[in-house]
Protein backbone atom coordinates (compact mmCIF):
# COMPACT_ATOMS: atom_id res chain seq x y z
CA UNK A 1 0.00 0.00 0.00
CA UNK A 2 1.26 3.21 -0.85
CA UNK A 3 0.22 6.49 0.81
CA UNK A 4 1.12 10.49 -0.28
CA UNK A 5 3.21 11.99 2.24
CA UNK A 6 3.32 16.02 3.19
CA UNK A 7 6.26 15.14 5.57
CA UNK A 8 7.56 13.44 8.61
CA UNK A 9 9.33 14.51 11.15
CA UNK A 10 10.53 14.69 14.74
CA UNK A 11 8.96 17.46 17.47
CA UNK A 12 7.40 17.97 20.37
CA UNK A 13 3.72 17.37 20.14
CA UNK A 14 2.21 21.20 20.66
CA UNK A 15 -1.50 20.27 21.48
CA UNK A 16 -3.65 17.76 23.30
CA UNK A 17 -3.31 16.41 26.92
CA UNK A 18 -0.29 15.20 25.28
CA UNK A 19 1.15 18.60 24.62
CA UNK A 20 4.99 18.75 25.07
CA UNK A 21 6.13 14.76 24.80
CA UNK A 22 8.58 14.03 22.39
CA UNK A 23 6.24 12.92 19.27
CA UNK A 24 7.08 11.56 15.24
CA UNK A 25 4.30 13.60 13.03
CA UNK A 26 3.26 11.79 10.08
CA UNK A 27 1.47 14.53 7.69
CA UNK A 28 -0.45 12.94 4.89
CA UNK A 29 -1.51 14.86 1.88
CA UNK A 30 -4.64 16.35 0.85
CA UNK A 31 -7.82 17.44 2.68
CA UNK A 32 -11.69 18.04 1.43
CA UNK A 33 -11.79 20.90 3.95
CA UNK A 34 -10.54 24.45 3.59
CA UNK A 35 -10.96 26.04 7.01
CA UNK A 36 -9.97 29.99 6.56
CA UNK A 37 -7.75 29.32 9.72
CA UNK A 38 -5.92 26.34 8.18
CA UNK A 39 -1.95 26.45 9.30
CA UNK A 40 -0.53 23.23 7.10
CA UNK A 41 -2.17 24.46 3.71
CA UNK A 42 0.84 23.45 1.64
CA UNK A 43 -0.49 19.44 2.68
CA UNK A 44 -2.92 19.79 0.49
CA UNK A 45 -1.39 19.59 -2.94
CA UNK A 46 1.98 18.91 -1.35
CA UNK A 47 3.61 15.11 -0.99
CA UNK A 48 5.21 12.32 -2.28
CA UNK A 49 4.14 8.61 -2.61
CA UNK A 50 5.30 5.97 -0.30
CA UNK A 51 5.13 2.19 0.89
CA UNK A 52 4.04 1.90 3.84
CA UNK A 53 6.97 0.00 4.96
CA UNK A 54 8.89 3.44 3.79
CA UNK A 55 6.62 4.95 6.33
CA UNK A 56 7.64 2.61 8.95
CA UNK A 57 11.15 2.58 8.54
CA UNK A 58 11.22 6.14 8.71
CA UNK A 59 8.95 6.44 11.99
CA UNK A 60 11.29 3.65 13.80
CA UNK A 61 14.56 5.54 12.91
CA UNK A 62 13.88 8.63 15.11
CA UNK A 63 13.43 6.43 18.50
CA UNK A 64 10.17 7.71 19.89
CA UNK A 65 7.43 5.76 20.92
CA UNK A 66 4.59 7.90 20.45
CA UNK A 67 3.32 8.93 16.50
CA UNK A 68 0.50 10.92 15.33
CA UNK A 69 -0.91 10.75 12.09
CA UNK A 70 -1.85 14.10 10.74
CA UNK A 71 -2.75 16.30 7.66
CA UNK A 72 -4.39 17.40 6.00
CA UNK A 73 -7.01 14.77 6.49
CA UNK A 74 -5.47 11.39 6.90
CA UNK A 75 -8.55 9.60 6.43
CA UNK A 76 -9.34 10.48 2.72
CA UNK A 77 -6.27 8.15 2.22
CA UNK A 78 -7.31 4.23 2.45
CA UNK A 79 -3.87 3.29 3.60
CA UNK A 80 -3.40 4.95 6.67
CA UNK A 81 -5.38 2.70 8.09
CA UNK A 82 -2.63 -0.33 7.39
CA UNK A 83 -0.21 2.15 8.90
CA UNK A 84 -2.21 2.77 11.87
CA UNK A 85 -2.30 -1.31 11.72
CA UNK A 86 1.34 -1.70 11.72
CA UNK A 87 2.17 0.69 13.85
CA UNK A 88 0.12 -0.69 16.84
CA UNK A 89 1.29 -3.99 16.03
CA UNK A 90 4.86 -2.43 16.45
CA UNK A 91 3.88 -1.22 19.95
CA UNK A 92 3.33 2.49 19.16
CA UNK A 93 1.17 4.68 20.98
CA UNK A 94 -0.46 6.33 18.20
CA UNK A 95 -2.94 9.11 18.23
CA UNK A 96 -4.60 10.57 14.82
CA UNK A 97 -6.01 13.86 13.92
CA UNK A 98 -8.85 13.80 11.95
CA UNK A 99 -10.75 16.95 10.86
CA UNK A 100 -14.09 14.96 11.88
CA UNK A 101 -16.14 15.27 8.49
CA UNK A 102 -15.18 11.75 7.22
CA UNK A 103 -16.54 8.41 9.32
CA UNK A 104 -14.26 7.19 12.38
CA UNK A 105 -15.79 3.60 11.65
CA UNK A 106 -12.50 1.84 10.21
CA UNK A 107 -10.30 3.59 12.41
CA UNK A 108 -8.32 0.83 14.71
CA UNK A 109 -9.59 1.15 18.41
CA UNK A 110 -6.11 1.39 19.52
CA UNK A 111 -5.35 4.57 18.25
CA UNK A 112 -6.46 7.47 20.08
CA UNK A 113 -8.62 10.40 17.78
CA UNK A 114 -8.28 14.05 18.42
CA UNK A 115 -11.55 15.19 16.65
CA UNK A 116 -11.73 18.85 15.30
CA UNK A 117 -15.51 20.03 15.12
CA UNK A 118 -15.76 22.95 12.97
CA UNK A 119 -17.36 26.32 14.04
CA UNK A 120 -19.19 25.57 12.69
CA UNK A 121 -18.74 23.73 9.81
CA UNK A 122 -19.07 20.32 7.53
CA UNK A 123 -19.30 18.37 10.95
CA UNK A 124 -20.39 14.45 10.82
CA UNK A 125 -21.94 14.57 14.13
CA UNK A 126 -22.54 10.84 14.05
CA UNK A 127 -18.96 10.57 14.85
CA UNK A 128 -19.52 11.67 18.27
CA UNK A 129 -21.09 8.00 19.47
CA UNK A 130 -17.86 6.55 17.89
CA UNK A 131 -15.50 8.47 20.44
CA UNK A 132 -13.59 6.44 23.45
CA UNK A 133 -13.34 8.13 26.79
CA UNK A 134 -9.62 8.09 25.50
CA UNK A 135 -10.28 10.10 22.74
CA UNK A 136 -10.36 13.80 22.76
CA UNK A 137 -12.50 16.68 20.55
CA UNK A 138 -10.66 20.09 19.79
CA UNK A 139 -12.66 23.02 18.87
CA UNK A 140 -10.40 26.07 17.24
CA UNK A 141 -12.26 29.21 18.17
CA UNK A 142 -11.44 32.22 16.12
CA UNK A 143 -14.51 34.48 17.65
CA UNK A 144 -17.53 34.93 20.63
CA UNK A 145 -20.04 33.26 17.64
CA UNK A 146 -17.63 30.35 17.49
CA UNK A 147 -17.45 29.55 20.95
CA UNK A 148 -20.94 30.17 21.56
CA UNK A 149 -21.18 27.36 19.06
CA UNK A 150 -18.84 24.97 20.84
CA UNK A 151 -20.54 25.17 23.96
CA UNK A 152 -24.05 24.61 22.77
CA UNK A 153 -22.48 21.36 21.19
CA UNK A 154 -20.45 20.30 24.54
CA UNK A 155 -23.77 20.54 26.19
CA UNK A 156 -26.32 19.06 23.48
CA UNK A 157 -24.02 15.76 23.25
CA UNK A 158 -22.50 15.75 27.30
CA UNK A 159 -19.05 16.01 25.00
CA UNK A 160 -17.18 16.77 28.47
CA UNK A 161 -18.69 12.71 29.55
CA UNK A 162 -17.96 10.97 26.72
CA UNK A 163 -13.33 12.06 26.33
CA UNK A 164 -11.59 14.97 26.64
CA UNK A 165 -12.75 18.34 25.43
CA UNK A 166 -10.13 20.95 23.98
CA UNK A 167 -11.17 24.71 23.34
CA UNK A 168 -7.85 26.38 21.12
CA UNK A 169 -7.97 30.41 19.95
CA UNK A 170 -7.06 30.69 16.58
CA UNK A 171 -3.26 31.94 17.15
CA UNK A 172 -3.09 35.51 16.37
CA UNK A 173 -6.65 36.32 16.35
CA UNK A 174 -8.03 35.82 19.12
CA UNK A 175 -6.49 36.65 22.05
CA UNK A 176 -6.13 33.54 24.62
CA UNK A 177 -7.15 35.36 27.79
CA UNK A 178 -10.23 36.03 26.41
CA UNK A 179 -11.03 32.60 25.90
CA UNK A 180 -9.63 31.67 29.13
CA UNK A 181 -12.31 34.03 30.61
CA UNK A 182 -15.24 32.99 28.80
CA UNK A 183 -14.54 29.50 29.54
CA UNK A 184 -14.18 30.34 33.31
CA UNK A 185 -17.67 32.62 33.15
CA UNK A 186 -19.61 29.83 31.77
CA UNK A 187 -17.46 27.08 33.87
CA UNK A 188 -17.18 24.62 31.08
CA UNK A 189 -15.67 21.37 31.52
CA UNK A 190 -12.73 21.56 29.15
CA UNK A 191 -8.96 22.01 29.14
CA UNK A 192 -8.36 25.59 26.95
CA UNK A 193 -5.19 24.50 24.46
CA UNK A 194 -2.52 26.55 23.19
CA UNK A 195 -0.88 25.53 20.46
CA UNK A 196 3.35 25.75 22.35
CA UNK A 197 4.91 24.61 19.16
CA UNK A 198 4.30 28.03 17.89
CA UNK A 199 5.43 29.87 21.01
CA UNK A 200 9.05 27.93 20.74
CA UNK A 201 9.19 28.22 16.99
CA UNK A 202 8.02 30.92 14.46
CA UNK A 203 4.52 30.05 14.15
CA UNK A 204 5.10 29.78 10.71
CA UNK A 205 7.59 27.13 10.27
CA UNK A 206 7.32 23.88 9.23
CA UNK A 207 8.88 20.56 10.31
CA UNK A 208 7.79 21.13 14.10
Same mark, same amino acid.
Given at each position: ? &? $??????????????????????? &??????? @??????????????????? *?GAVLARVAAFGTRYVLITGGEPLLQ #?? &??? =?????????? #????????? $?? =??? =???? %?? *???????????? $????????????????????????? %?????????? %????? *? @???? &???? @????? =????? $?????????? @??IHKYIWPPDMRGV
Amino acid at each position: M &V $LTINEIFHSVQGESRHAGRPCVF &VRLSRCN @LRCTWCDTAYAFEEGSDMP *VGAVLARVAAFGTRYVLITGGEPLLQ #EG &VHD =LIGELCDRGF #EVAVETGGS $LD =LAP =LDPR %AM *VVMDLKCPGKNR $LENIDLLKPADEVKFVVADRADYDW %AREIIARHRL %ADRCG *V @LLSP &VHGV @LQPRR =LAEWI $LTDRLPVRLQ @LQIHKYIWPPDMRGV
